[in-house]
């Protein structure tokens, strides 16, 4: 197979596609991969230090108000379209995948119009802009939550759930925990607010410490790096009890199957991850993205009993408190979160798409 995939701007559309060119080599070790993206996304650095063949187009997003910058996007998109076919013609790809993010946008469009194979993955519950756009033009869309099935035309639609979850699947404990600092006899909550970090789970955590219940359970609580030092200069010389503070895991999955709950944001890469192993969760949704799709995803395993969400306006050190230690408390409740939590796990997620592809490639 010759692939050819398009996502950037935000992890949550590169790690997907990483992932599923991970499964894809081991599956044929004689298929090509091109990643196309942009010079200023996390793509430009993490695609090339994974190893794989990459090439830049130049492309921006509109803006959301009137502005003058929009006839500069729409410029680009004309003008990335147009690179995109050349970069296209020389890869001769069997099949392009997007992954989202405005870059996927010209090079899956421009595919499409070059009669190639296209397939686009939507990590959220409710589509982004780049994707429905996309979804009138492509060949097949996959989804990861069901409630994203209403925004693209039905026939096109599989269930694959996301690469991500295949990826850490079959992870299992390795005793990372005492290298931390912490006990590996001891319940474990972590508290992360993504790669940076989020300033209110970060608060909440700080006011909840002398709160919770820490004879019961210990914390690992990872800051991000742009918040560590004030942390640690706001905790100075103070003795915390069963509470670990780090600024960043370089990688976390690793960590993952030793832990008993987890507090954080309701990512769609950070979902897979927790669904696919089965683990607690409380998630504190993100209002500071679009659409609030971190809303909708937390949602859709609140309300399967698969995890608990908390609104970040209601959000406190009391809050988080009251959640953790009741859970922390029940291993019953834990345990069902857990089980309902697995069920909406889909660890074949990359062997699903690897069949549509190869569908689309044969029919062609």
Same mark, same amino acid.
């Given at each position: 197979m010759r692939l050819l995939i398009s996502g950037g701007g935000t992890g949550g559309h590169i790690y997907p596609a990483l992932a599923l060119i991970e499964t894809l080599k081991k599956d044929d070790t004689r298929s090509s991969f091109l990643y196309v993206g942009t010079n200023k996304g996390l793509e430009s650095k993490i695609v090339p230090n994974a190893g794989i063949d990459f090439k830049t187009i130049e492309i921006q997003g509109f803006k959301r108000s009137l502005s003058l910058q929009n006839f500069k996007t729409i410029y680009l998109f004309l003008k990335s379209v147009h690179e995109a076919k050349k970069i296209i013609r020389e890869f001769k790809p069997d099949v392009v995948v997007?992954?989202?993010?405005? =870059?996927?946008? #010209? $090079? $899956?469009?421009? /595919?499409?119009?070059?009669?190639?194979?296209?397939?686009?993955?939507?990590?959220?519950?409710?589509?982004? =802009?780049?994707?429905?756009? *996309?979804?009138?033009?492509?060949?097949?869309i996959g989804i990861c939550f069901e409630a994203a099935k209403t925004e693209f035309p039905s026939q096109k639609v599989v269930f694959t759930g996301n690469?991500? #979850?295949? %990826?850490?699947a079959d992870i299992k404990p390795t005793g990372r925990l005492a290298e931390l600092g912490l006990s590996e006899n001891k319940k474990t909550v972590l508290i992360f607010g993504g790669s940076r970090g989020a300033r209110r789970i970060n608060e909440a955590a700080m006011d909840a410490f002398a709160l919770f219940d820490t004879n019961?359970? %210990? $914390? *690992?609580? =990872?800051?991000?790096?742009?918040?560590?030092?004030?942390i640690k200069s706001e905790i100075g010389e103070k003795q915390l009890n069963n509470i670990v503070i780090k600024p960043y895991i370089q990688d976390m999955p690793a960590i993952l199957p030793e832990i008993d709950l987890i507090v954080?944001? +309701?990512?769609? !890469? &950070?979902?897979?991850? @927790?669904? $696919?192993?089965?683990?607690?969760?409380i998630l504190i949704p993100s209002p500071n993205v679009t659409?609030?799709? %971190?809303?909708?995803?937390?949602? &859709?395993?609140?309300?399967?009993? #698969? #995890?608990?969400? @908390?609104?970040?306006? =209601?959000? &406190?050190?009391? !809050?988080? /408190?009251?959640?953790?230690?009741?859970?922390?408390?029940?291993?019953?409740?834990?345990? %069902?979160? /857990?089980?309902?939590?697995?069920?909406?796990?889909?660890?074949? +997620?990359s062997k699903r798409i690897e069949r549509v592809l190869t569908d689309l490639i044969t029919n062609n």
């Open positions: 997007g992954t989202g993010g405005y =870059v996927c946008g #010209a $090079v $899956v469009y421009a /595919a499409s119009q070059l009669h190639i194979p296209t397939f686009i993955h939507e990590q959220n519950s409710i589509a982004g =802009v780049t994707n429905k756009f *996309l979804s009138h033009f492509v060949d097949k690469p991500r #979850a295949q %990826q850490v019961e359970f %210990q $914390v *690992l609580f =990872v800051t991000g790096s742009i918040y560590y030092e004030k954080g944001r +309701s990512g769609a !890469t &950070s979902l897979a991850e @927790i669904t $696919v192993l089965g683990i607690p969760s659409h609030d799709h %971190q809303t909708y995803n937390a949602r &859709s395993l609140a309300d399967i009993d #698969a #995890a608990i969400m @908390i609104k970040e306006d =209601v959000l &406190s050190g009391q !809050t988080l /408190a009251d959640e953790v230690n009741e859970l922390m408390r029940d291993d019953e409740k834990r345990s %069902q979160i /857990a089980k309902e939590a697995r069920k909406a796990g889909i660890p074949d +997620s």
